[in-house]
């Protein structure tokens, strides 16, 4: 069992910047995994901002090409997404994901990493205008 555990949202105007962090607790001894990054936003879709293989491979979904930047330091389990040039369309709820055993990145769809992935609780981002 893990649990990603995401930081660093928040409420910032248009051209902000945000970064923010989703550490993995529990058993991550083996790691092998994918992490990624979705965003819920209001009255859309879940969809995939980008994933990372355990390498360090990155593929950005297209909701996550060109403003962010997406990296991991596996010594400490963490994820990081770096946002710039936000907009009100980033807002959303940010969720971290891990999963093992699974394609990273996700199929083209981006609706979840596996079937047997693990979700955080999730951080707000609301961007201004």
């Known amino acids: 069992q893990v649990q990603p555990v995401e930081s660093g949202g928040g409420s910032v105007q248009t051209g902000g910047s945000l970064r923010l962090s989703c550490v993995g607790s529990g058993d991550t001894t083996n790691k092998m995994y994918c992490m990624g990054w979705f965003r819920q936003a209001p009255g859309k879709e879940r969809g995939g901002i980008a994933s990372?293989?355990?390498?360090?491979?990155?593929t950005y979904a297209p909701s996550g090409k060109g403003r962010f930047r997406n990296s991991r330091e596996n010594a400490n389990n963490t994820l990081y997404l770096q946002m710039k040039g936000l907009e009100p369309e980033d807002t959303g709820t940010y969720y971290c994901?891990?999963?093992?055993?699974?394609?990273?990145?996700?199929?083209?769809?981006?609706?979840?990493?596996?079937?047997?992935?693990?979700w955080g609780q999730g951080t707000q981002v609301t961007v201004s205008s």
């Open positions: 994901v891990i999963a093992w055993g699974v394609p990273c990145p996700p199929p083209p769809r981006w609706v979840r990493l596996g079937p047997d992935d693990y």
């Open positions: 990372i293989r355990h390498d360090g491979i990155t």
